[in-house]
């Protein structure tokens, strides 16, 4: 077991390392910083001014403290024994302070709420513009890599929009305005305790890359391990089935140490600025005490001014540091923002025209003609598909897995668009219609029903929102649905756990073919909708479907021969084309392939 946890971990090490070196070697990118600070553009006219004339209190406070201390309280008060001035700077000290302390409070608290309010429109943006993106996307990634871009790249972000700002424009200033100070004090002692600078940033520099590089594996790994967590419980059924925990557990083990050696490397790193900045404000205080006591003995500088340079050279290194600190943050912040950009910057494959024309109720007369698509641009799924349905006509779609029938359903419901040819609803090129006013008007029934967390009768009027009460379960009774509902603790207000594991597979299916009524569609689309319900309750669904179809088209894909026998046109499916299409009667006097698919079924169930 242990060889096979060490394989298992360095397959995951490899696919890691694979991964990462992808986005290595980009520079820093300025633009995309500039493009995340517009985030805070709807704010600049409140909480920005606010907070940034709060710094500026602030830090003219911090540098006006030190000169009154050192040259006004040691240099004239006291030396003069001026009791009367001493008590004076003493209160004024003490009200700059005062006066600091609120404008503190006040800067962080605005700030605060301009970082919330940022990291809020942030995701509301991410996760909106992931909403309109075509079906293609969510079939190349997983949905842990997408939930880790929503919550934990954009989480990643708060420290540098609440702190690392602000902190930044507040940290130039107060440099800018201590080094002034320092040179006008004593332009060779400021010289003298200056000299360890260059040296620091040749130092700190050097980091800068392999900082940034760090961040970026962190952010892939937490990626990995996110997809890796939202697999295992979606699949904890599969794993417990074949008694594979073990193996699951090795893999999490390989990923999980993956992302805790790739954020304790970055940490390392990110730890290595700030005793650089200490070792030079050791070198500086020592230079400062040597030099400045030489300065001294020769009277070229007063033990007042000493004291505020002291207390000014102090200050000098913090906002060195933080300025470290807000560097980091703009790494981790810029590895972020790479992620959730390259979201941002995706393009729905399937987009509506500026001009699109508006549907405002469809017959639901459809045509395919010379249909070619392709999933993947290599292996075609429909070969040059030429199809009719007429309006309020029911068609079944048959075929061997893979032959075409879903693709047909999603290309209707214009979740992809043709690689060739043209799809048509009542003569309009699907291309040139309104999406919303499309998908309005059809109604999906999937085999793998979703259910929401949420009520059952808020799970039925997802298909209609505004639906009453009496409507959601006239919607339930016209499928069948109202006897087992009645039978729950609380009927249609009884709370199921997320994706309805608490009912039957049966019982979500009905509740799919309610929604789906209720929303009242033109065209209903049922793709193995009746595969996981059992007979009795079939039998109640084709009752149901006999009126419920009733002026609508109707796509069906099936197998059982009791869904599709009925329908007006039998379109059999062969690897994307079309082979043989008619009613139920035609084919079988064909004798083709729907003959044969019918009569291996029969002798199945007559053998059982």
Do not use: C
């Not at 029911?394 to 043209?422: C, E, M, W």
């Not at 090129?429 to 259910?451: G, Y």
């Amino acid at each position: 077991m242990n060889k096979k946890k060490e394989s298992i971990n360095e397959n995951v090490l490899k696919r890691f390392q694979y991964s990462t070196e992808q986005v290595i070697e980009k520079p820093f990118n300025w633009a995309q910083m500039i493009r995340l600070f517009s985030y805070m553009k709807p704010y600049s006219k409140n909480y920005l001014p606010l907070s940034v004339l709060m710094v500026l209190l602030t830090t003219a406070v911090r540098l006006i403290i030190p000169i009154l201390i050192g040259v006004y309280v040691l240099d004239k008060a006291i030396i003069e024994k001026d009791t009367g001035m001493l008590t004076q700077l003493i209160i004024w000290i003490a009200v700059l302070y005062a006066l600091f302390y609120i404008a503190n409070i006040l800067r962080i608290r605005w700030m605060n709420q301009l970082g919330q309010s940022v990291i809020y429109d942030l995701r509301q943006h991410l996760f909106t513009h992931v909403q309109s993106l075509s079906h293609r996307f969510f079939d190349q990634r997983s949905a842990g890599s997408i939930l880790v871009r929503i919550m934990n790249d954009i989480n990643s972000l708060q420290e540098l929009f609440t702190n690392g700002v602000i902190n930044l424009l507040m940290d130039m200033i107060l440099l800018v305005g201590i080094f002034t100070i320092l040179f006008s004090l004593s332009p060779e002692l400021t010289l003298a305790v200056m000299v360890i600078l260059p040296l620091m940033f040749f130092i700190t520099t050097s980091l800068r890359r392999n900082i940034r590089r760090s961040w970026q594996i962190v952010r892939l790994n937490q990626s990995k391990l996110n997809s890796h967590l939202n697999e295992s419980i979606q699949g904890i059924r599969v794993t417990q089935s074949f008694t594979q925990e073990k193996e699951n557990m090795g893999f999490f083990d390989g990923v999980n140490t993956e992302t805790f050696e790739s954020w304790r490397v970055a940490s390392k790193k990110n730890s290595m600025f700030r005793p650089f900045v200490e070792l030079t404000n050791a070198v500086g205080t020592a230079v400062l005490i040597w030099y400045g006591v030489h300065l001294m003995q020769t009277g070229s500088l007063s033990i007042g001014v000493f004291v505020s340079f002291a207390f000014y050279l102090g200050m000098f290194w913090e906002p060195i540091s933080r300025l470290g600190q807000v560097y980091n943050q703009l790494l981790i912040g810029m590895a972020s923002s790479e992620r959730i950009f390259e979201f941002l910057d995706e393009r729905p494959i399937v987009s509506e025209k500026k001009e699109s024309i508006q549907l405002e109720e469809i017959n639901g007369h459809i045509e395919f003609k010379d249909v070619v698509f392709s999933y993947d641009e290599k292996r075609p799924a429909l070969k040059g598909i030429n199809l009719e349905m007429a309006a309020g006509q029911t068609v079944a779609l048959v075929g061997h897995t893979g032959s075409g029938k879903t693709t047909i359903a999603n290309l209707v419901s214009r979740f992809y668009d043709p690689t060739d040819g043209q799809v048509l609803i009542d003569g309009h090129n699907l291309k040139d219609v309104s999406l919303k006013d499309l998908r309005e008007q059809i109604s999906v029934v999937l085999q793998d029903t979703f259910i929401f967390s949420g009520t059952i009768a808020e799970n039925i009027r997802f298909g209609n929102p505004s639906a009453t009460d009496e409507e959601v379960r006239r919607a339930a009774e016209a499928v069948g649905a109202n006897s087992f509902i009645e039978r729950l603790p609380n009927g249609y207000e009884t709370e199921v756990e997320e994706r309805g594991n608490v009912l039957s597979v049966g019982e979500r299916q009905l509740l799919s073919f309610a929604r789906a009524i209720l929303a009242n569609p033109r065209i209903l689309i049922l793709d193995e909708a009746t595969a996981s319900i059992d007979t009795e309750t079939e039998v109640k669904i084709q009752t149901a479907l006999r009126t419920l179809l009733k002026g609508r088209t109707a796509i069906i894909i099936a197998h059982r021969l009791s869904t599709i026998r009925e329908s007006d046109n039998i379109i059999v499916l062969d690897h994307g084309n079309i082979i043989e299409q008619g009613n139920h009667q035609q084919l079988m006097d064909l004798k083709g392939e729907y003959y044969h698919l019918i009569k291996a079924q029969f002798n199945m169930l007559s053998a059982i």
